[in-house]
């Protein structure tokens, strides 16, 4: 794959993240001009840089070049090493913005990867690690990847703006994936969450759970919401609450909704009760959508297919988000794959909004960087 011939070259600061990931793990040589160029502070910001020393850091031999305004980016990827590592998150963004590429990498490492991640936790912008916890690492084991070590676990939580959490990310490599039919999501059958409440009165969890389960429970008898109260040291450094709820269904597939408070001294105050009503109607939305897959790992799922055996693929997902459909373009690019788009219409399914179908044949991907033991 070695040569500038092949070197992509983009420009702008959009979907960095993505471009990184597939360029490490296509081998292809990447280079991203014009990042911020017209902006009064221009160049990559804080939480990109540390995105691609963490990016570094589960790399062997890559090269990475900054010219000095941090406008051009020339990247070329080494091995996915893996290993146990410890990578102090920027307070900016949160630890789910770099830990649902790692989610993306961590299956082809030569070595299994246990990282320990250090920042916030949950904030209003990325998927919360409650949330990835919930619905990814399911879907990773449907694709084959599993074992004890699969884990996230969170020990501190850490709210913006300050943050101040920490959580242990475990993934077990793998030398082939799976190719899935996953097509029927079926029906609901319970609801699950956690609400959880830092620096501020333990009451908060209380009021979120009440006002969630009055809209919840005219629908579903089966909900049980958790409150999670942490003192003292595991609580960060900054005061916030929030809510995570995830619908499950009789053929396994999880669809999740979020919301957390808005961090201290921005914005007007939120009461519990108004968080907990409108994260619940976020996950009616969100079934309403519905597909086998939730909003928040379409990119995750297709990733998945693409990197699969030379076999036929199919998931059934929501509408598509602007997020995927800039991650089908870019797999286009970097592996030379198309997925076979099929529209389902509310009538054929006889529920919730229009559905798309993907269909793929992986590029059967062999992570050959995995020791043989």
Not at 54 to 61: E, P, S
Request: charged share 20%; proline share 6%.
């Amino acid at each position: 794959m070695s040569g500038r011939s092949q070197c992509l070259s983009y420009a702008g600061c959009n979907f960095l993240r993505q471009r990184l990931v597939l360029s490490t793990l296509s081998g292809r040589p990447l280079k991203i001009r014009k990042i911020r160029a017209k902006e009064e502070d221009p160049g990559l910001r804080d939480f990109e840089a540390s995105f691609i020393r963490l990016i570094d850091k589960v790399t062997n031999g890559s090269r990475i070049e900054i010219n000095q305004t941090g406008t051009t980016l020339y990247y070329q990827p080494g091995l996915l090493y893996g290993g146990s590592l410890e990578h102090d998150c920027s307070p900016s963004r949160s630890i789910g913005y770099y830990l649902e590429s790692l989610l993306c990498l961590a299956p082809f490492m030569k070595h299994p990867l246990k990282i320990v991640l250090r920042g916030v936790t949950n904030d209003q912008v990325d998927p919360s690690v409650d949330v990835l916890k919930a619905t990814a690492l399911p879907l990773l084991k449907k694709f084959g990847i599993d074992g004890e070590s699969l884990e996230i676990k969170i020990n501190r939580r850490g709210m913006p703006p300050k943050g101040g959490g920490e959580i242990l990310f475990a993934c077990p490599v793998k030398k082939v994936l799976q190719p899935i039919q996953f097509t029927d999501p079926g029906k609901i059958k319970r609801i699950r969450g956690t609400a959880y409440s830092v620096r501020v009165s333990p009451q908060m969890a209380n009021r979120m759970v009440e006002s969630a389960r009055s809209i919840l429970n005219k629908f579903l008898p089966d909900i049980y919401i958790y409150t999670d109260h942490m003192k003292g040291v595991n609580s960060g450094k900054s005061p916030g609450f929030g809510l995570c709820l995830v619908a499950e269904t009789i053929n396994g597939t999880i669809l999740s909704a979020e919301l957390a408070s808005n961090p201290q001294g921005q914005g007007a105050a939120v009461l519990p009760e108004e968080l907990g009503q409108n994260c619940a109607k976020l996950l009616l939305e969100e079934v309403y959508r519905g597909g086998c897959v939730d909003s928040t790992n379409q990119s995750l799922a297709l990733l998945l297919m693409t990197l699969g055996q030379q076999d036929v693929s199919k998931v059934l997902l929501g509408p598509l988000s602007p997020y995927t459909i800039e991650f089908l373009r870019h797999l286009r690019s970097f592996f030379q794959i198309m997925f076979k788009i099929e529209m389902k219409s509310p009538e054929e399914e006889h529920k919730g909004g229009e559905k798309v179908l993907m269909t793929c044949v992986g590029v059967g991907f062999s992570n050959l960087s995995k020791t043989i033991r």
